[in-house]
């Protein structure tokens, strides 16, 4: 292409755009606001408990009776919105503790109502937090390989979900990368007189190294093996828009793409093929990572979360699940 030049000088100029910071505010393409964030809270068993994780710099385990102050925190920074992990006392091999009427997420959930009633509240529907071998779903043997019971869990995510709308979820998130999970749950919140409870599933997740961070917070680390048998690989992209396409036509209000850094493109691609609302959850590592460089001096943390989390915006993404969504909060009132 030739660039039209007068005297010597380029006619376009690009720059001119970019000289004055209230003129690239005019023209800025994607922007950033309190209302994209939602923010994630793990629920532990026990009282007076605000533990810090390790791995996980200022982002804590609640018990029920400090999540009050959390809940606080999130509605005074105008955050819209919470996504609620729990860690229950017992665990067992069908994690049953997940499906109990006054279970761990089940009572957070009516806290928080009480407390903040206008507040959004999504519930991770899995079983992993739940499991004494932290797989998400019953175990069976076929063939000498122990695995995730894929038939055997549907029924339990159904009662798990019906258990979290009757506690007053606003909005149901199953993450266990089941076939047929939106299917089953569907049918189960429609069957329970739960119909107008939207699904946001995880229907792109992806068997990620980025989950380490997470694995500490939710105490969900398993056992034996992996879960590369039920989540993607992480090289595949045409199999994630097999996924959503099926999640979609289970009945799937809306979707998600996990981790959210590494997997932009997944984004954009979901986005321009299924135009629904798409989520990214912004992992454990990605904010350990940045966490860490910060802490030493090695980046811009406001700067660095900012831009990465505009960057979600720009892949395609209408929500943003980030531990980071207190600090931005503030950043972004102070902007």
């Not at 380029?10 to 994209?36: A, F, I, K, N, Y």
Request: proline fraction near 5%; aromatic fraction near 6%; charge should be negative.
């Amino acid at each position: 292409m030739t660039i039209p030049h007068d005297a010597g000088h380029p006619l376009h100029r690009p720059r001119r755009l970019r000289g004055h910071s209230r003129l690239r505010d005019l023209v800025r393409e994607h922007r950033l606001t309190v209302d994209d964030l939602i923010y994630p809270l793990f629920i532990y068993h026990g009282t007076n408990l605000r533990r810090e994780i390790g791995s996980m710099p200022g982002q804590y385990q609640l018990s029920l009776d400090r999540l009050g102050e959390a809940v606080a925190e999130v509605v005074e920074l105008g955050i819209p919105s919470v996504l609620l992990f729990g860690i229950p006392e017992h665990k067992d091999a069908l994690g049953s503790a997940a499906s109990q009427d006054r279970g761990i997420v089940q009572e957070a959930v009516r806290l928080i109502k009480r407390q903040a009633p206008e507040l959004l509240v999504i519930t991770d529907v899995c079983f992993c937090e739940y499991t004494d071998h932290g797989h998400c779903g019953p175990l069976t043997e076929t063939a000498g390989r122990v695995d995730v019971d894929n038939d055997a869990t549907l029924p339990l995510l159904a009662e798990q979900a019906v258990s979290h709308a009757r506690a007053g979820a606003d909005v149901i998130a199953p993450s266990g990368m089941m076939d047929g999970m939106v299917a089953a749950i569907r049918s189960g919140l429609d069957g329970a007189g739960f119909p107008g409870v939207p699904i946001l599933s995880y229907a792109a997740k992806f068997a990620s190294a980025y989950y380490g961070p997470f694995r500490e917070a939710a105490e969900s680390t398993p056992s034996f093996g992996d879960r590369r048998t039920y989540q993607m690989d992480s090289a595949n992209s045409d199999e994630a828009i097999r996924e959503v396409a099926l999640d979609l036509a289970e009945g799937a209000d809306m979707v998600m793409v996990k981790p959210a850094l590494a997997y932009m493109d997944i984004v954009r691609r979901v986005k321009d093929e299924f135009r629904v609302p798409v989520a990214v959850y912004n992992v454990s590592g990605e904010y350990a990572m940045v966490k860490a460089a910060a802490a030493n001096g090695w980046v811009d943390e406001k700067r660095i979360v900012l831009e990465t989390l505009t960057g979600f915006k720009r892949a395609g993404a209408d929500m943003i699940i980030t531990y980071h969504a207190l600090d931005a909060a503030r950043w972004l009132r102070e902007a």
